[in-house]
């Protein structure tokens, strides 16, 4: 037996018979005999950002997939990029990096804040970036090669195995282990950078527009709820294409990033003045696409943090919510006061676009929305953890009463009626599990808590 736990924050433990380090089908498929012989479960970690649980399963086996990276071949001609499922980000980033200047192809979108995330994890959260006018990867895939519970590979796509794929893309890795990848890439380009100070009410009012003429873009929004301006004003980016050549790079077009995540617990205020400081630097500011998306983040940040102010032990946990741009506005009023009702601890609120889904069985992108994105501080107690997740579930009761939603993937607070409210197919999704994996071999502590809560109706008349 050994000790598992997620990458970010350090609040996943979790007891496993042991992790196999996977570098071929075979592998995988000489583990999940192993684990039909000893009536064991499996699950799949890669770099194991996940923050609520999907890579681990008490007691059962984990397939390290950091060891299935290769990237197999790019066609120059479509742009189409062929991988292995346990490729991460930087695997891609230096493969691309590595091609010459008449190879005109980039990464489209990925999730911002840190590479070291597989490619087979991204699917099987359907995560997004934060491009304008696109829905989230399950767009980008073409293909996948899935290793079923039942061993067997099954090449899936918009045509071929077409329930398989949209189960898989979303699917939180519990219909299968991706073996390989066709992600879609797009030309290389070179993007001029718009940042500023502004109102959120500016965003909002000029949301269409801003679809229109830039690519890319979000807001980072004021967290200082001593201030007036709190989650009211934010840095506007925007990532507009161009031809102008790129800005040559000085250390005034680099942020800081270990600078602004401390003041981010310790002096918010101090914190945003130094971003907006940065902001007015970058702006008008060229970068290629290569350089476009990739971001600084330091491993065990959070540790560090700890040792060096003297913090409890804890992490800054993530979770997004989504309503249709109409009620963006009325739902920052309600987090502003849910903040201080409750006494969380903003670190970082971000807003962003995605637009509709239609690839992915359990959608959480079920219509165009806006997104935003938080990192809430947490020691980790069950005090401060309850409390986070009375908060989570009030937000996400207020955006299913606008017509929103939740990000699924990340912690389980929502109440029984808003999760089936919000994912209206999700006894359908079990179901289908079920049928395709009888004896539950693929598996994880998430999908566990999710059949426990499932089966506890709440009484009438209560949520």
């Given at each position: 037996m050994e000790i598992v736990n997620d990458a970010h924050c350090q609040l996943s433990r979790t007891r496993v018979r042991a992790v196999i380090d996977v570098h071929s089908v075979d592998d995988i498929q000489s583990a999940?005999?192993?684990?039909?012989?000893?009536?064991?479960?499996?699950?799949?970690?890669?770099?194991?950002?996940?923050?609520?649980?999907q890579p681990f399963v008490t007691d059962g086996l984990v397939l390290n997939m950091s060891g299935l990276n290769r990237i197999l071949s790019l066609d120059e001609t479509s742009g189409m990029l062929h991988l292995q499922g346990g490729a991460r980000w930087t695997d891609v980033r230096k493969f691309l990096g590595s091609q010459p200047e008449r190879v005109p192809w980039e990464v489209h979108q990925k999730q911002t804040g840190a590479d070291e995330l597989s490619l087979g994890?991204?699917?099987?959260?359907?995560?997004?970036?934060?491009?304008?006018?696109?829905?989230?990867?399950?767009?980008?895939?073409?293909?996948?090669?899935?290793?079923?519970?039942?061993?067997?590979?099954?090449?899936?796509?918009?045509?071929v195995n077409a329930d398989l794929f949209g189960l898989v893309l979303g699917g939180m890795g519990l219909f299968g282990v991706v073996t390989e990848i066709g992600l879609r890439l797009v030309p290389t380009q070179r993007f001029v950078r718009r940042s500023e100070v502004a109102r959120t009410e500016t965003l909002?009012?000029?949301?269409?527009?801003?679809?229109?003429?830039?690519?890319?873009?979000?807001?980072?929004?004021?967290?200082?709820?001593?201030?007036?301006?709190?989650?009211?004003?934010?840095?506007?980016?925007?990532?507009?294409?161009?031809?102008?050549?790129?800005?040559?790079?000085?250390?005034?077009?680099?942020?800081d990033w270990a600078q602004l995540i401390t003041l981010a617990h310790v002096?918010?205020?101090?914190?945003?003045?130094?971003?907006?400081?940065?902001a007015e630097a970058v702006n008008g500011s060229v970068s290629t696409g290569r350089d476009f998306h990739w971001d600084t983040y330091a491993p065990g940040y959070h540790a560090q943090l700890e040792r060096h102010l003297?913090?409890?032990?804890?992490?800054?946990?993530?979770?997004?919510?989504?309503?249709?741009?109409?009620?963006?506005?009325?739902?920052?009023?309600?987090?502003?006061?849910?903040?201080?009702?409750?006494?969380?601890?903003?670190?970082?609120?971000?807003l962003r676009s995605v637009?509709?889904?239609?690839?992915?069985?359990?959608?959480?992108?079920?219509?165009?929305?806006?997104?935003?994105?938080?990192?809430?501080?947490?020691?980790?107690?069950p005090q401060q953890l309850a409390r986070l997740d009375?908060?989570?579930?009030?937000?996400?009761?207020?955006?299913?009463?606008?017509?929103?939603?939740?990000?699924?993937?990340y912690r389980q607070f929502a109440q029984h009626a808003d999760l089936l409210d919000m994912y209206p197919n999700i006894h359908e999704f079990v179901e289908e599990k079920h049928r395709r994996d009888p004896s539950g071999l693929l598996s994880s502590d998430w999908f566990g808590s999710l059949l426990s809560f499932l089966r506890e109706a709440p009484a009438l008349g209560t949520r």
């Open positions: 999940i005999t192993r684990c039909q012989r000893e009536g064991w479960q499996l699950s799949m970690s890669g770099g194991r950002h996940s923050l609520g649980r994890g991204a699917i099987a959260v359907n995560a997004h970036g934060n491009p304008l006018g696109a829905g989230p990867i399950s767009t980008d895939i073409e293909w996948l090669k899935v290793l079923t519970a039942g061993g067997e590979e099954l090449l899936c796509s918009r045509d909002i009012e000029h949301w269409d527009a801003l679809h229109v003429d830039y690519q890319y873009g979000d807001m980072q929004l004021d967290v200082n709820p001593a201030s007036d301006h709190f989650m009211k004003r934010g840095i506007l980016n925007l990532w507009q294409s161009c031809d102008a050549p790129a800005t040559p790079a000085s250390k005034q077009l680099q942020a002096d918010k205020a101090q914190g945003f003045r130094e971003y907006a400081r940065f003297g913090l409890p032990q804890g992490g800054d946990v993530l979770t997004e919510f989504f309503v249709p741009i109409e009620a963006l506005e009325d739902l920052l009023d309600y987090a502003r006061n849910e903040i201080r009702r409750f006494g969380v601890d903003p670190i970082l609120t971000s637009r509709q889904c239609q690839i992915s069985y359990l959608r959480w992108a079920r219509c165009d929305y806006a997104c935003m994105v938080m990192a809430l501080h947490v020691d980790d107690c009375a908060f989570c579930a009030a937000i996400a009761r207020f955006c299913g009463q606008q017509g929103g939603t939740f990000y699924l993937p």
